[in-house]
């Protein structure tokens, strides 16, 4: 596709909800990143994928949350048992691959509101 | 692990004048540092980078400068217009790996 691709958009999810955010990357790009990025803040870390092979998953704040990308292109991020402090933009981005060029390209978020 | 720090926190100019963000970070194995630019309710989107074997680099109205041995970056835009005005994010990684953020800067262009 002509770039990172998100849904949904925006969900709104009760206190305790479990929810299921869908990233599409950039055709052929095997680098695939998450981000969480609360209001008025930059985008912080939440794991990393190289294919279908997740590298780094330090930045998930707690085992609600899980993510994968079992064929190595689209990725889930599933938030469990949501909370209100998991409100927030969930950015996922790709890059071609890790060493050529760095290069990475953001989607237009998941807009999560936990209430 | 890496830490960013970007000053200011708030930017307001004159359409016209010339601003500057700048940013530290802690990693000195930190080689790729991308700015992004992030309206409102958009995604960021890259404006430039620079990697490390490179000191400057210029695209139309925007620069980018690193110092490796004081480990600082530094974002300007001349001639600003109002629609500049957004949040500027700075970045680090290596090697490939998880950008870190910087906490951003609202740049106001007033006209």
């Known amino acids: 596709g002509a770039g990172v691709s998100q849904s949904p958009r925006y969900k709104v999810a009760k206190r305790g909800q479990d929810v299921a955010l869908r990233c599409d990357p950039i055709s052929g790009h095997v680098s695939l990143f998450w981000y969480q990025q609360a209001l008025g803040q930059g985008p912080e870390f939440l794991t990393y994928f190289q294919n279908e092979a997740q590298l780094d998953k330090s930045g998930l704040p707690s085992d609600r949350f899980f993510a994968e990308r079992p064929e190595g292109s689209v990725s889930t991020l599933k938030i469990q048992r949501t909370q209100q402090e998991d409100s927030a933009v969930y950015l996922c981005?790709?890059?071609?691959?890790?060493?050529?060029?760095?290069?990475?390209?953001f989607g237009e978020g998941s807009w999560l509101t936990v209430v | 692990g890496e830490n960013v720090e970007q000053h200011p926190s708030t930017l307001s100019v004159q359409e016209g004048d010339s601003a500057v963000i700048k940013c530290t970070y802690s990693d000195s194995a930190s080689n790729y540092f991308p700015w992004y630019k992030q309206e409102l309710g958009k995604r960021p989107q890259l404006i430039i980078d620079i990697r490390s074997n490179v000191g400057e680099k210029k695209d139309q109205r925007i620069a980018v400068t690193l110092n490796k041995t004081a480990k600082h970056f530094s974002l300007h835009i001349t001639e600003t217009q109002p629609e500049d005005s957004a949040v500027y994010f700075c970045a680090a990684s290596k090697y490939g790996n998880k950008l870190v953020f910087g906490a951003g800067t609202i740049l106001r262009v007033k006209s």
């Open positions: 981005a790709s890059s071609q691959d890790r060493f050529s060029g760095n290069t990475i390209y």
